[in-house]
């Protein structure tokens, strides 16, 4: 650094504090802006100083078919460090078991709506023993057999949200396996949700006794769930208990309000998954995925433009000008 000097460059922060700050931006933004500011940042966003929290949950929704292609490349840059994952909509056994076979530092796990199966869940909730949260909301192909899965080998769980839709299970018999399913193998649960499950009374006793660290239950929807509630709040006085009644409308999480009436999702820097794209190579470099934000698919001319002046085209994309 040049004396006199009495601030420092952005491009030469340490890899780490430019994560942290990027970590900021939206997912939109990091993979097609931040790569063209410099050669500095563009190496950040490439490795795993961006990726120890992947949140896609919103983009998946309003992106399902570049799903497959998106993630995988995700998790790559973040070289086994990712602790935070959400994403919704997984449908691909490759996708699961890439996630699984990436797990070493995973903490976090959201896949609400996902298409996994129990025997898919019996393989793979064996690489995922770090867990502590997990959100299996709204998937309708698993049930007890996976819970006991997940239950047996993530020994950590604390936190657990099991929620279905009620047009799901409007009209359907009691099924309380889910619940004896978790009560006989999360004993460490403090969270759990299991709004408009069919459950009765019995199996929610069932939870309440084998886990006794549980401080927040959620059963809204659960019509067959009666409580005294003053002798609820005597034997568990630590526990917030939400519902049977539901006192506003069952959770949205995206079911009604998946509008494109935002815009920021869909201006021309988006319309880079528009082209066709191969399936994921575990051993593409990262250069390879340049491709995928360039509209001529060229990494040479995207590196032209980068080099000789991006301000002059940036107005093409809906991009900013580069600092």
Not at 21 to 35: G, K, R
Not at 133 to 150: H, M, N, P, T
Not at 167 to 193: F, R, V
Not at 249 to 270: I, P, Q
């Amino acid at each position: 650094m040049e004396e006199g000097r009495d601030y420092r460059p952005w491009d030469e922060l340490i890899p780490d504090t430019l994560g942290l700050i990027f970590s900021n931006l939206s997912l939109q933004e990091i993979l097609t802006v931040i790569p063209r500011v410099c050669k500095s940042w563009g190496k950040v966003v490439t490795g795993p100083y961006c990726w120890q929290e992947i949140d896609i949950e919103e983009w998946s929704n309003r992106r399902p078919e570049h799903l497959d292609r998106m993630l995988p490349m995700l998790i790559t840059r973040s070289r086994g460090s990712v602790r935070k994952l959400c994403v919704s909509g997984l449908h691909s056994k490759m996708i699961f078991t890439f996630i699984a076979e990436n797990a070493g530092s995973l903490q976090t796990l959201r896949l609400p709506r996902s298409e996994m199966s129990d025997s898919m869940v019996e393989q793979i909730a064996g690489r995922l023993s770090m867990i502590t949260f997990l959100d299996v909301s709204y998937c309708g192909k698993i049930g007890a057999r996976a819970l006991e899965a997940i239950g047996k080998n993530c020994k950590f769980l604390a936190g657990l949200c099991r929620n279905l839709h009620p047009l799901d299970t409007a009209g359907k018999p009691l099924q309380d396996d889910e619940a004896y399913a978790i009560a006989s193998t999360m004993p460490k649960l403090e969270h759990l949700e299991m709004a408009y499950h069919l459950i009765s009374t019995p199996s929610v006793v069932e939870i309440l006794s084998s886990c006794p660290e549980l401080k927040f239950l959620d059963l809204r929807g659960c019509w067959d769930v009666k409580f005294d509630e003053r002798i609820l709040k005597e034997r568990f006085p630590k526990l917030k208990v939400l519902g049977p009644l539901v006192v506003d409308h069952y959770e949205r999480n995206d079911w009604d309000d998946c509008s494109d009436s935002s815009d920021a999702f869909e201006y021309l820097a988006w319309e880079f998954m528009a082209g066709e794209m191969g399936d994921f190579d575990e051993d593409d470099d990262d250069s390879s995925y340049y491709g995928m934000w360039d509209d001529e698919g060229r990494l040479e001319e995207l590196e032209l433009r980068f080099y000789e002046g991006i301000d002059e085209d940036a107005g093409l994309y809906d991009w900013p000008p580069s600092p």
